[in-house]
């Protein structure tokens, strides 16, 4: 009799926000104050089971208290055997410090996936994103996924604000990406403290610039904001104001803005 043999598909090494652990394979310095951590899958033909836009938790006691911090997956999806989160290293940060002092082959708990944005093929003709600093990352992921689906045509815009040039995150992949899918993303850098050698924008994300840059109120867009708390009301004032519906306390994916 011959053997049958039945696949249901890769192995979710997250599901049902149950607590899991993984080793660090990997740590990787982007900037003076910016890591990307690769963590080991169980299984090595795994995949995380986050979906697009949600997050995981990193669970670490520290001075004998535990404390549990967000973080959106940087890798694919459908990654097999790994999967990367990018953090920036905070001097009152416990966890961020706690990750920054970790080793190759240390161990780290964690939980999810947790999160009320799950992203889904064309469920907008257009999606506009304001991020500072390290707010680029809960929404990396989605921008990636977005432009690498061909049957995908959600149109994208970015407006990334920082303090500095050193501080922009992720700019090589996000040129990279502005320049195999013009079409369909574009992005403004913004930065605060310019020096002299800087020619792009400069100031804060006003409600002039978002006006200029990002798509016109519409049903079929949506806006995404991610970074500082005064950046974000800032940024939710502009776009309701310039006609957005405004978002509940804690978003959920049917608000047209957004706040991660």
Request: proline letters at 9%; glycine letters at 10%; a positive charge.
């Given at each position: 009799m011959e053997a049958c043999f039945f696949f249901s598909g890769p192995i979710h090494a997250?599901?049902?926000?149950?607590?899991r652990q993984f080793s660090l394979f990997k740590k990787t310095k982007m900037s003076p104050d910016t890591y990307l951590y690769r963590f080991a899958l169980p299984n090595?033909?795994?995949?995380?089971?986050?979906?697009?836009?949600q997050h995981i938790q990193?669970?670490?006691?520290?001075?004998?208290?535990?404390?549990?911090?967000?973080?959106?997956?940087?890798?694919?999806?459908d990654a097999r055997g790994y999967f990367e989160i990018l953090v920036k290293?905070?001097?009152?940060?416990?966890?961020?410090?706690?990750?920054?002092?970790?080793?190759?082959?240390?161990?780290?708990?964690?939980?999810?996936?947790?999160?009320?944005?799950?992203?889904?093929?064309?469920?907008?003709r257009a999606i506009g994103i304001v991020a500072g600093g390290s707010g680029i990352t809960p929404i990396f992921q989605t921008i990636k996924t977005i432009l690498e689906n061909p049957k995908d045509k959600t149109e994208v815009t970015l407006i990334y604000g920082?303090?500095?040039e050193q501080d922009i995150l992720l700019r090589t992949e996000l040129d990279s990406?502005?320049?195999l899918y013009p079409d369909k993303f574009n992005v403004h850098y913004v930065l605060s403290r310019a020096d002299a050698s800087w020619t792009g924008p400069t100031g804060y994300i006003t409600q002039d610039k978002i006006a200029m840059w990002l798509?016109?109120?519409?049903?079929?867009?949506?806006?995404?904001?991610?970074?500082?708390?005064?950046?974000?009301?800032?940024?939710?004032?502009?776009?309701?104001?310039?006609?957005?519906?405004?978002?509940?306390?804690?978003?959920k994916i049917t608000d047209q803005i957004f706040k991660f």
């Open positions: 997250f599901e049902n926000n149950t607590i090595k033909w795994g995949i995380s089971g986050i979906p697009v836009g990193v669970v670490a006691v520290i001075n004998g208290k535990e404390i549990q911090r967000s973080y959106t997956p940087m890798s694919a999806a290293t905070y001097p009152d940060g416990a966890v961020s410090q706690y990750l920054a002092s970790l080793s190759v082959g240390d161990i780290v708990t964690m939980k999810g996936p947790k999160g009320s944005f799950q992203y889904t093929p064309n469920m907008v920082n303090c500095t990406l502005s320049v798509p016109a109120p519409a049903g079929d867009v949506k806006i995404l904001v991610c970074g500082p708390p005064a950046q974000v009301k800032s940024v939710i004032e502009a776009t309701t104001t310039l006609g957005f519906t405004a978002p509940r306390t804690v978003s």
